[in-house]
């Protein structure tokens, strides 16, 4: 980096880093820039700490209990409407508890009460008396919310539109706080995933750029969303599959007695007499595969990557029409693969901005179910498995021998029909009923994602295990002392910053002058990193970002002392800079790198204040070194370029030779 491409570099990370300098100036235009995040020290809240007892919970469990409950609190506290709310885990020495930090929060008294409830699982039936027709009151209330919340949304568009930055924007209005980490991403869109059948529409029909945001607001089942066009991938061919599956004792799904062997000798007899026109005859005749039997092994349009991978890398190695030469095996058994066809598919990778949509549901909430005395209290646990034909993640329910009896009265009841499953009177899921179950065991399915039904388990087993949780440890921070902290926390940083700046001038002189601008640059590369990266400033943080000056200074100390024994040596200016960077470099290396380490462990195995001061110091830490190395150097090119510079070696702290 030449010392041009420095100071852009500075001027860049100044602005982003202190909007407001520039948005002063009123011929310049505006620039939005997200504040900087702060943590409860400096904006004020609540710091608790909750024990959870886990003395009726097997010890197999307890892990996935806890998460379960902290999945359950961080929905409660985002119903606080808090900034970025921290909830956290730590299991030590028998202890299991829950940690949360809530900034900004001023009524801690009700966060508390809200938070210590045990969380409530609910299992509700149709409601028989409610006809689905609102009343004309919340037919205006859900017209009026509606037409709000829609005319909001095109504000939302029309300032995406404008070119506002759409990270911006996901921030701060999605209603999905999961999604703020991810920017709203979606990818693998395609003409399958109903919901967004409009807006590919929109893209094909309007010839819309990648980049683009799409023209309209558009009404899914999440709420109102605003769509912006990343990319789009026309490479990828879904392939139209149909299989054979015969299983052996031990797989999963599989009722059969046979070894391995049999079930392998049975597929590579099917294999030998398999052509493509009796495939189905064959199938109908062999398969074990409940999922396809009826429809002759058909297994439909697969695309890449959605079977088990050995299943997944033989077909996309076959060529149309033809059939596998050797039995693929599987947890399920071994398939005999035939694959009758491919065609292209575009896919497309999106952001959006889910807003708010007001349903008939949000208008009557509890109208439409009816408890049915089935509750968390007779779910014994809830676990993630696959299913055996398609590998898709599903949930499995396991309920106690009362809870059994409940279950199979309810969906002897049901069927067709959905059951809601409410957790602290909020619906999780709502699946359709296919048939009886008895036998206290039931299987949730949809077209989940393993993250997603990992989430809905953690949730069915925080309602269904009696996890009771105390509050072991409570702080609380006025807004006024967080203020006062943060105030003083800056002036302690400037005063730290002047100091050093006056020391190296004095000392080192026009090196020493050159390593203040390269620290100046130093700290607003540090700031923009720190908005950038998302990173929460607290009081730890702050003591990160000033001791890493200190490590910044350090490496150039470093580099001016090499430099002047070459210029008391007898090199000339320019050969004892480099010199001195050269030779310097490894004790900064060394000494950076034992520092780095020590931050890494403290970010991985220490709570969330020191992790703060070790998330600063190890940014700023590579940083300086960055900065000492790069940016002072292309600064000290410079100066070497200068006659004058040459001519006065005082300049650099060492003597005229006589």
């Given at each position: 980096?030449?010392a041009?491409?420095a100071f852009?570099?500075?001027?860049?990370?100044?602005?982003?880093?202190?909007p407001?300098?520039w948005?002063?100036w009123?011929f310049?235009?505006?620039?939005?820039?997200?504040?900087?995040?702060?943590?409860?020290?400096?904006?004020?809240?609540?710091?608790?700490?909750y024990?959870?007892?886990?003395?009726?919970?097997?010890?197999?469990?307890?892990?996935?209990?806890?998460e379960?409950v902290?999945?359950v609190?961080e929905?409660?506290?985002?119903?606080f409407?808090?900034?970025?709310?921290?909830?956290?885990?730590?299991?030590?020495?028998?202890?299991?508890?829950?940690?949360?930090?809530l900034?900004g929060?001023?009524?801690?008294?009700?966060?508390i009460t809200?938070i210590?409830e045990?969380?409530?699982?609910?299992?509700k039936?149709?409601n028989?008396?409610?006809?689905?027709?609102?009343t004309e009151e919340?037919?205006t209330?859900?017209?009026?919310a509606?037409?709000?919340?829609?005319?909001?949304?095109?504000?939302?568009?029309?300032?995406?539109?404008?070119?506002?930055?759409?990270h911006t924007l996901?921030?701060?209005?999605?209603?999905?706080?999961?999604?703020?980490?991810?920017?709203g991403?979606?990818?693998?869109?395609?003409?399958?995933?109903?919901?967004?059948?409009?807006?590919?529409?929109?893209?094909?029909?309007?010839?819309?750029?990648?980049?683009?945001?799409?023209?309209?607001?558009y009404?899914?089942?999440?709420?109102?969303?605003?769509?912006?066009?990343?990319?789009?991938?026309?490479?990828?061919?879904?392939?139209e599959?149909s299989?054979?599956?015969?299983c052996?004792?031990g797989?999963?799904?599989?009722?059969?007695e046979?070894?391995?062997?049999?079930?392998?000798?049975?597929?590579?007899?099917i294999?030998?007499?398999?052509?493509?026109?009796?495939?189905?005859?064959?199938a109908?005749?062999?398969t074990e595969d409940?999922?396809?039997?009826?429809?002759?092994g058909?297994?439909?349009f697969?695309?890449?990557g959605?079977?088990?991978?050995?299943?997944?890398?033989v077909?996309?190695?076959?060529?149309?029409g033809?059939?596998?030469?050797?039995?693929?095996e599987?947890?399920?058994?071994?398939h005999?693969?035939?694959?009758?066809?491919?065609?292209?598919?575009?896919?497309?990778q999106?952001?959006r901005?889910?807003?708010?949509r007001t349903?008939?549901?949000?208008v009557a909430?509890?109208a439409?179910?009816k408890?049915?005395?089935l509750s968390?209290?007779?779910?014994?646990?809830?676990?993630?498995?696959?299913?055996q034909?398609?590998?898709?993640?599903?949930?499995?329910?396991?309920?106690?021998?009362?809870g059994?009896t409940?279950?199979?009265?309810l969906?002897?009841?049901n069927?067709?029909?959905?059951?809601?499953?409410?957790?602290d009177?909020?619906v999780?899921?709502?699946?359709?009923?296919?048939?009886?179950?008895?036998?206290?065991?039931?299987?949730?399915?949809?077209?989940?994602?393993?993250?997603?039904?990992k989430?809905?388990?953690?949730?069915?087993?925080?309602?269904?295990?009696?996890?009771?949780v105390?509050?072991?440890s409570?702080?609380?921070?006025?807004?006024?002392?967080?203020?006062?902290?943060?105030?003083?926390?800056?002036?302690?940083?400037l005063v730290?910053?002047?100091?050093?700046?006056?020391?190296?001038i004095l000392?080192?002189?026009?090196?020493?002058?050159?390593?203040?601008?390269?620290?100046?640059?130093?700290?607003?590369?540090?700031?923009?990193?720190?908005?950038?990266?998302?990173v929460t400033?607290?009081?730890s943080?702050?003591?990160?970002?000033?001791?890493?000056?200190g490590?910044a200074?350090d490496?150039?100390?470093?580099?001016?002392?090499?430099?002047?024994?070459?210029l008391k040596?007898?090199?000339?200016l320019?050969?004892?800079?480099?010199?001195g960077f050269s030779?310097?470099?490894?004790s900064?290396?060394?000494?950076?790198?034992?520092?780095?380490?020590?931050?890494?462990i403290?970010?991985?195995?220490?709570?969330?204040f020191i992790?703060?001061?070790?998330?600063?110091?190890?940014?700023?830490?590579?940083?300086?070194?960055?900065?000492?190395?790069?940016?002072t150097?292309?600064?000290?090119?410079?100066?070497a370029?200068?006659?004058?510079?040459?001519?006065?070696?005082?300049?650099?702290?060492v003597?005229?030779?006589?």
């Amino acid at each position: 980096m030449n010392a041009a491409g420095a100071f852009l570099l500075f001027v860049f990370s100044a602005v982003v880093a202190f909007p407001q300098l520039w948005n002063h100036w009123s011929f310049l235009p505006d620039i939005a820039i997200p504040e900087y995040r702060l943590g409860l020290d400096l904006q004020g809240g609540a710091h608790l700490v909750y024990e959870a007892d886990m003395s009726q919970i097997a010890d197999a469990d307890r892990t996935s209990a806890l998460e379960g409950v902290r999945d359950v609190i961080e929905r409660r506290v985002n119903a606080f409407g808090v900034s970025e709310p921290l909830v956290a885990t730590t299991i030590a020495d028998g202890h299991y508890r829950i940690i949360i930090e809530l900034a900004g929060v001023l009524d801690v008294k009700e966060a508390i009460t809200q938070i210590g409830e045990t969380p409530i699982l609910e299992f509700k039936e149709p409601n028989p008396d409610y006809t689905g027709a609102l009343t004309e009151e919340e037919k205006t209330k859900l017209a009026e919310a509606n037409a709000a919340e829609e005319a909001f949304a095109k504000s939302v568009l029309d300032r995406a539109k404008a070119g506002e930055d759409f990270h911006t924007l996901v921030g701060a209005y999605t209603t999905v706080e999961a999604e703020k980490a991810t920017n709203g991403a979606i990818n693998g869109v395609t003409d399958a995933v109903g919901i967004y059948v409009d807006a590919i529409k929109d893209i094909t029909s309007q010839t819309i750029g990648d980049g683009s945001i799409l023209p309209n607001v558009y009404q899914t089942p999440n709420g109102y969303e605003v769509l912006k066009l990343l990319g789009r991938d026309a490479s990828q061919n879904e392939m139209e599959l149909s299989h054979i599956l015969i299983c052996y004792q031990g797989q999963q799904g599989c009722v059969s007695e046979r070894s391995p062997l049999e079930a392998q000798q049975i597929a590579k007899d099917i294999i030998a007499q398999a052509t493509p026109e009796n495939f189905a005859t064959l199938a109908d005749q062999f398969t074990e595969d409940p999922g396809s039997k009826e429809t002759h092994g058909d297994l439909g349009f697969i695309k890449p990557g959605a079977t088990v991978p050995d299943f997944d890398a033989v077909a996309q190695a076959l060529a149309v029409g033809e059939i596998s030469k050797e039995p693929v095996e599987s947890d399920f058994g071994f398939h005999v693969i035939y694959k009758r066809d491919v065609r292209a598919f575009t896919s497309y990778q999106m952001e959006r901005i889910i807003l708010k949509r007001t349903t008939e549901a949000d208008v009557a909430p509890l109208a439409q179910w009816k408890n049915t005395g089935l509750s968390g209290k007779e779910l014994k646990s809830a676990q993630v498995q696959f299913d055996q034909n398609s590998n898709v993640p599903l949930v499995a329910l396991n309920f106690d021998s009362e809870g059994a009896t409940l279950f199979e009265t309810l969906t002897a009841n049901n069927v067709g029909k959905q059951i809601a499953i409410f957790l602290d009177g909020e619906v999780i899921s709502a699946p359709t009923v296919q048939q009886t179950i008895s036998g206290g065991q039931a299987v949730i399915t949809g077209n989940f994602t393993l993250d997603e039904a990992k989430l809905l388990s953690q949730r069915l087993n925080a309602g269904a295990l009696p996890v009771p949780v105390t509050l072991v440890s409570q702080q609380t921070v006025g807004p006024t002392l967080g203020a006062e902290s943060l105030a003083k926390s800056i002036q302690a940083g400037l005063v730290g910053l002047a100091l050093v700046a006056l020391f190296m001038i004095l000392y080192y002189r026009l090196p020493g002058l050159i390593a203040v601008l390269a620290l100046m640059g130093y700290a607003a590369i540090n700031l923009l990193l720190y908005k950038l990266l998302g990173v929460t400033m607290s009081l730890s943080g702050i003591a990160g970002f000033i001791l890493s000056i200190g490590m910044a200074v350090d490496a150039n100390v470093l580099i001016f002392e090499r430099m002047k024994e070459e210029l008391k040596s007898g090199r000339d200016l320019p050969s004892a800079i480099d010199q001195g960077f050269s030779r310097a470099w490894f004790s900064i290396r060394d000494g950076n790198f034992t520092v780095l380490i020590s931050s890494a462990i403290l970010f991985w195995f220490s709570t969330s204040f020191i992790k703060g001061f070790a998330l600063t110091l190890l940014i700023g830490i590579f940083v300086s070194m960055f900065s000492a190395i790069t940016v002072t150097r292309a600064y000290m090119n410079v100066v070497a370029g200068w006659g004058w510079a040459r001519r006065h070696p005082w300049l650099f702290g060492v003597k005229r030779s006589s």
